[in-house]
């Protein structure tokens, strides 16, 4: 139950664009809100998308690390990537986002497509949300999840 409320934490908000998460929707928010809400990051890396990075003594509550992608032209945040600090297994993930989707139409309510990346690593793509979530090497745990537009999650 307490892996289900810490999920909740991390993953609260209304489908819009994408998935929000603590406030921050890719696509959408400014890399001056990323700063203003959390505070000056522990690393920003310049190139050709900006990463903002929170770890160590600046991580933000119920991450080990966050990480938002930002294009340097527009400074619209494109994806977050977010290490979640506690244990989270697929159960918890299915019973937050749904299910697996039925073969055959797409339903109404996001479900997810499993997939395996080049490395052999599982991992769930909600479409719908703009979100994946991917596995650690036991395929039972969350590794990381990506908070990413809806374009750039099909």
Request: charged residues 25%.
């Amino acid at each position: 139950m307490r892996t289900l409320a810490v999920v909740a934490v991390l993953i609260a908000a209304v489908p819009a664009l994408a998935k929000p998460w603590q406030g921050i929707e890719p696509g959408v928010s400014k890399r001056d809100e990323v700063i203003q809400k959390f505070g000056e990051p522990s690393r920003v890396v310049a190139g050709e998308k900006e990463i903002i990075a929170y770890f160590g003594k600046e991580a933000i509550k119920g991450t080990t690390q966050a990480q938002f992608k930002v294009d340097t032209a527009t400074k619209l945040v494109e994806r977050i990537d977010v290490f979640p600090g506690p244990v989270i297994d697929k159960e918890t993930i299915e019973n937050s986002y749904g299910p697996a989707c039925p073969n055959g139409p797409a339903p109404a309510n996001p479900c997810f497509v499993k997939k395996v990346t080049d490395e052999f690593r599982t991992y769930y793509l909600y479409s719908k949300l703009g979100l994946a979530i991917f596995f650690k090497e036991d395929g039972k745990t969350v590794h990381s999840f990506i908070f990413t537009t809806l374009k750039a999650a099909k």
